[in-house]
């Protein structure tokens, strides 16, 4: 059993607010990291990620990769794999998706609709976000234990 313990809480008022927080956030990241990112559509999953690839110095388009499960963004730091599982079936095999490969490769792994997953075992980090009015979100961090 694996257990996650909260790391941070924090409301942002703005999507450059969310940006800037996960700029920063990424700075604190180890190589090898696996983050799980909660939320309903339009709740900042793919801002977030926008963000820690930015922090991870990569400056290209992030976009939800909802047609090929899997983006690798060339990162002259170290790599970066941005998945997003939202077309996948319930409880999908973790192997299948590759998901063991990317969390071996010393980069940082982000996960888009991670409740697809059979397992947490994999996972480094969760953010859960959520919707508090149009303009703000509450973003919950939670790291394994
Ligand atoms: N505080 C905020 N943080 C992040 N995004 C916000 C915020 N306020 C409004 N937004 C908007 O919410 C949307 C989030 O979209 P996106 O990151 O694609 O969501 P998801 O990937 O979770 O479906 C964007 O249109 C963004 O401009
Ligand atoms: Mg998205």
Not at 77 to 103: T, V
Request: aromatic share 8%.
């Amino acid at each position: 059993m694996k257990d996650f313990i909260t790391q941070e809480i924090r409301e942002t008022r703005s999507e450059t607010e969310t940006l800037v927080w996960a700029e920063n956030f990424a700075k604190t990241l180890a190589q090898g990291s696996v983050i799980a990112l909660f939320g309903t559509l339009g709740a900042g999953k793919t801002v977030i990620s926008r963000g820690i690839c930015r922090g991870l110095g990569f400056t290209g388009q992030v976009n939800s990769p909802t047609y090929t499960i899997v983006h690798e963004y060339p990162n002259p730091s170290i790599p970066i794999f941005h998945l997003d599982l939202y077309r996948l079936p319930p409880h999908a095999d973790l192997e299948e998706i590759g998901i063991d490969y990317y969390a071996s490769q010393k980069g940082v792994t982000l996960i888009e609709w991670p409740e697809r997953l059979d397992s947490e075992e994999l996972l480094t980090h969760k953010i859960s976000i959520t919707i508090a009015d149009d303009e703000t979100r509450h973003i919950e961090v939670s790291r394994k234990a």
